[in-house]
């Protein structure tokens, strides 16, 4: 068995210690890993490399969903498959898809070109900006008036960007985090912030492991059995005393699960997919 593991460069450098997690855990069973540049394959230095190499399973950790479909439809398994980081890396398309499903959702409008800065429909402020392709928290902000609004659209660093427009929940700074493994709830975390409406560990957020209720593990399993899903994070926020479908990341994040708990989750993914 061949596996690739392929990242981002900036990515890359964010997640080193869980990198050579994942390597250790192909060693442990016998199997061979290399990590690829993402940007060394696309600018062709290193497509020859990874061609060579001809890997039998990819860990697409690059969030270029594209890329996933290309490697499967030459064959390869990849992990997380397409028809999960399209939407895992696409806010607007994750909202269609858990309505779809039937899951609880805040109210979400997209912002076509044509009415950038002044959209024909949008909830009531206070709203929250998103980014559509933004993770980690980034590219995500709290909007309060039509000026705040226009000068987040009109800002240069943020050109080019695909927008939605999303109520603010009522307990703002506070989520879960629902890891899942092979179709299966591995785990969940509460993630406050009481300085930021954005929970996220690495902006801040205290973390601490969650017991999800029954009703709760329904909603996740309207995701589970529907997508087929490697490794992935979903989010819930809580609004009305309920929980209500926010994210699903594809290249969820871990560290506060190695914070929390002496569990080997590369391991534990490593493991389901070989």
């Not at 801040?204 to 399993?221: A, H, I, M, N, P």
């Amino acid at each position: 068995m061949k596996a690739a593991v392929l990242y981002r460069r900036a990515d890359f450098e964010k997640n080193e210690a869980f990198i050579r997690l994942l390597h250790r855990a192909f060693l442990s069973h016998g199997a061979e890993s290399r990590t690829f540049l993402y940007e060394e394959i696309a600018a062709g230095e290193g497509k020859r490399a990874f061609l060579s190499y001809s890997p039998e399973l990819v860990l697409n950790r690059t969030r270029d969903a594209r890329l996933g479909a290309y490697l499967e439809g030459k064959g390869v398994r990849v992990s997380n498959p397409s028809a999960v980081s399209f939407p895992g890396n696409d806010k607007w398309k994750a909202f269609c898809l858990a309505k779809r499903l039937g899951l609880p959702v805040m109210e979400t409008f997209r912002l076509f070109p044509e009415n950038i800065g002044n959209p024909v429909k949008k909830p009531p402020f206070p709203l929250v900006l998103k980014s559509r392709s933004g993770h980690g928290g980034t590219e995500v902000f709290l909007i309060r008036n039509e000026s705040e609004l226009k000068e987040r659209l009109d800002d240069p660093e943020l050109a080019g960007r695909r927008w939605i427009l999303q109520r603010l929940s009522d307990t703002p700074g506070k989520d879960v985090r629902v890891y899942i493994i092979g179709g299966k709830i591995a785990a969940a975390v509460l993630r406050t912030n009481k300085e930021d409406f954005r929970s996220n560990f690495s902006l801040g957020g205290q973390v601490k492991l969650y017991t999800l209720s029954e009703d709760e593990k329904r909603l996740v399993r309207r995701l589970t059995d529907v997508v087929n899903i490697d490794f992935c994070g979903i989010d819930f926020v809580f609004h009305e005393g309920r929980p209500v479908f926010n994210e699903l990341e594809d290249m969820a994040g871990s560290r506060s699960l190695y914070a929390l708990t002496d569990r080997d989750i590369a391991g534990e993914y490593v493991s389901y997919l070989l």
